[in-house]
């Protein structure tokens, strides 16, 4: 029989779908509920008859949860979350009473006490029991369906009674139908967008005079007058479906002529025994330095240090189900690549370092109830989103009480011996005594390798190693199961099983990732002093609208170790995570960490702040400098004689007074390339001026003195 696992969604054809609510320890069945029906109750399923359509295809697993509840609340409103904190906490005690719950008379007395505690009805509380089993089984199944409220994006049908809000006025108002808006639409296709002169107001009175007024005769004047035939449409139902069924932009591009838009308003887009019951109730997490010096994958000459060793172990089996090795770390990043490890598929983790397993050697890619730590990486916000989305419990030892944590310790001490006498770079106890051996000048493996040592030690102990000191259940003397991880994961999955859960990996590392607001700008979307961009943002004219109207916030998650992707989180339905790539404006950041930039961002910030003092120098000069220009003139202008002509006198010989100027000026700048006051033996050619067509005696300027020099030369070509 295939592995059935609590939230697991079983498909029964196209007739309904069952999520899996409860499996009974003793194996007896399972407990499920219908997802698609909006009456449905929790029912039970024996192992037998489950068994028997699974072996006979009539149900199988079903891989994609659409109805699994937001795995974030990054972009929650506050008011959303406390209803759904509300929401949770009438429930909790009810829902975590299992298999009470599932019971009709159990249950129906839990709803008797939460209809005296808090006032609701059975209805009420139905429903928000029946969206906690239909949708996955977390706190945000709670969350309010507010998006799926008023048919957004839907077109309503047109019928005798006004669509809309009400008027602020006595008029009634009027529905737009299909034929009204093709009126909108030939206007603005014919009129606005080719006539840049003409605003919004502009075209909706076009389409009120052409098409909703009749020409009258005024009474007083005897003239024809155009009156409107009440009702007619509003200004803003004409603004709202001109943006509905327009491409604004396109038809913004052709009001600016595409050579103006592009130039000007286009998209910017260049330059992580006794409080257990079975496998995955609870699971301990822990870092160590290992005791190790490793050398550089690219140049082996070079040591790179210690890595950092981070072990998630089971604590009912003893199993190590997730690890990470590298330099991240203690922190979050390496405690998120360690429960990211958890979540994910064993077998092709250890092909990335030429290990070949099957899913028997290494079954554990689950996510647990309870994840304990010490007050380290699992105090911080990071782990925020993880306790939300998939409803695990985080607890933190008390300061100074590892032993609080001792099952992950011991590990610690366990892993090293099978590897310590056989690799070089291995720390001895000596390494700190007078005369001891410099253990770093040892150094032979990289990470890769070091890594490949930990999974194969990992392996032989899940697989191998006895439990000398584990208290077994005296179930399983009876059934004579060997204290051997293995071997008690599976008898605890046979017997106890009722805590693991399984997610999308991807899914899991996503929300592990750390989430923050992004800016969408006329350049890409913003971050950390970067630019990105994607499909979603292109299609929907982030960039055109940004730069248009004005920028907004927009929830990302970001991978700080590698900062080409951010995450976007696309709110359509269920939460799902676009990745957004850099843009060419922010090539020269490809491949650099967060860290990295920052530390760019702050140098180009310093180095800007040291050249200020410079900068105020200079300006301050220019303005000395423009100053001093203008009092010379000044006292020229004060000193110059006045020939008693009037204001009138001087405006009016403004030409004259140009013409003079400029004749100056050209015997000024003319070019010479001979000695001065030397004679050309040549004598000079004399230019005819050309014959005005009016009597205007100016002297003529350079463009015409050429053009009569070119004619004249035209004329003595032989």
């Known amino acids: 029989m295939t592995e059935i696992l609590v939230n697991q969604l079983l498909g029964f054809g196209d007739e309904r779908t069952e999520r899996v609510l409860w499996v009974d320890p003793l194996g007896r069945g399972f407990y499920v509920i219908d997802v ?45 979350k406390e209803k759904r904190d509300t929401a949770w906490a009438i429930i909790a005690p009810m829902v975590l009473d299992q298999p009470a719950v599932f019971q009709p008379d159990a249950r129906g007395r839990a709803i008797q006490r939460a209809i005296a505690e808090t006032g609701l009805t059975k209805q009420t509380l139905y429903r928000m029991l029946r969206r906690y089993w239909q949708r996955g089984m977390t706190p945000n199944t709670q969350l309010p369906d507010f998006n799926k409220c008023g048919g957004r994006g839907k077109e309503r049908a047109v019928l005798e009674k006004k ?23 030939a206007v603005v296709t014919r009129k606005f967008a080719t006539n840049r002169k003409l605003d919004l107001r502009d075209a909706y009175e076009e389409v009120i005079s052409s098409h909703f007024s009749d020409r009258v005769i005024d009474e007083h004047t005897g003239r024809q007058v155009l009156v409107p035939r009440l009702p007619v449409p509003t200004l803003r139902q004409f603004r709202y479906w001109f943006e509905r069924d327009n491409d604004v932009f396109q038809i913004e591009r052709l009001r600016r002529t595409p050579r103006v838009y592009d130039k000007d308003m286009r998209a910017l887009m260049n330059s992580s025994l006794g409080e257990t019951v079975g496998p995955g109730s609870r699971f301990q997490i822990d870092a160590t330095i290992a005791d190790i010096y490793l050398v550089s994958r690219y140049d082996r000459r070079k040591i790179v240090g210690r890595p950092v060793l981070y072990i998630v172990i089971d604590v009912f089996t003893r199993m190590v189900v997730g690890m990470y090795a590298g330099f991240e770390g203690p922190s979050w990043v390496g405690a998120m690549m360690a429960i990211a490890n958890t979540a994910s598929d064993k077998v092709t983790y250890c092909r990335q370092f030429g290990i070949d397993i099957t899913e028997a050697d290494w079954p554990c890619h689950h996510l647990p109830d309870t994840l304990l730590g010490d007050r380290g990486e699992l105090i911080g916000t990071g782990v925020d989103t993880l306790c939300t989305n998939f409803h695990v419990h985080v607890e933190n030892t008390a300061p100074y009480r590892a032993d609080w944590k001792g099952v992950v310790e011991q590990r610690f001490r366990l892993l090293p011996a099978k590897y310590k006498p056989y690799v070089p770079g291995y720390i001895e106890e000596d390494f700190q005594e007078r005369g001891g051996k410099d253990y770093r000048l040892d150094a032979t493996l990289d990470i890769d390798q070091f890594t490949a040592i930990i999974i194969h030690c990992i392996l032989y102990y899940n697989n191998h190693h006895p439990l000398d000191r584990y208290d077994r259940h005296p179930q399983m003397i009876a059934d004579e199961v060997p204290a051997i991880p293995i071997d008690l994961w599976e008898w605890g999955i046979a017997r106890r099983s009722g805590f693991l859960r399984a997610f999308p990996a991807d899914l899991v590392k996503l929300s592990l990732l750390p989430t923050d607001q992004a800016t969408a700008t006329a350049s890409g979307i913003r971050y950390a002093g970067c630019f990105y961009s994607c499909r979603k943002a292109l299609e929907e004219h982030w960039f055109e609208r940004a730069r248009q109207r004005g920028v907004w916030k927009v929830p990302i998650s970001y991978e700080p170790r590698c900062m080409d992707e951010i995450y976007l989180h696309d709110n359509a339905g269920r939460l799902n995570f676009i990745a957004c790539g850099l843009t060419d404006k922010s090539r020269h950041h490809r491949g650099r960490t967060l860290w990295e930039i920052d530390q760019l961002r702050q140098e180009e910030r310093r180095q800007h702040r040291a050249h200020q003092p410079q900068k105020t120098q200079a300006r301050i000069n220019l303005t000395e400098s423009i100053k001093g220009i203008v ?44 000695k001065p006051g030397a004679a050309e033996s040549e004598p000079a050619k004399v230019l005819p001026f050309p014959a005005p067509t009016q009597d205007d005696y100016s002297t003529p300027d350079i463009t015409e003195i050429l053009r009569s020099f070119n004619r004249d030369k035209d004329d003595d070509t032989p």
């Open 163 to 185: 669509r809309g809000r009400k008027p602020s006025s006595k008029e009634v108002g009027i529905n737009v139908d299909p034929e009204m808006r093709n009126l909108f639409r």
């Open 36 to 80: 698609r029906s909006p009456h449905a109750l929790p029912a039970f399923r024996t192992t037998q008859e489950l068994s028997g359509l699974l072996d006979t295809k009539a149900v199988g697993v079903v891989e994609n949860d659409p109805w699994l509840a937001p795995l974030t609340d990054a972009h929650v409103p506050d008011a959303h």
């Open 631 to 674: 009092e010379q003139a000044q006292a020229m202008r004060d000193g110059a004689p006045t020939d008693g002509a009037s204001d009138w006198e001087r405006v009016r010989n403004i030409r004259a007074n140009r013409r003079e100027e400029r004749r100056e000026k050209q015997e000024q700048e003319a070019f010479r390339f001979g």
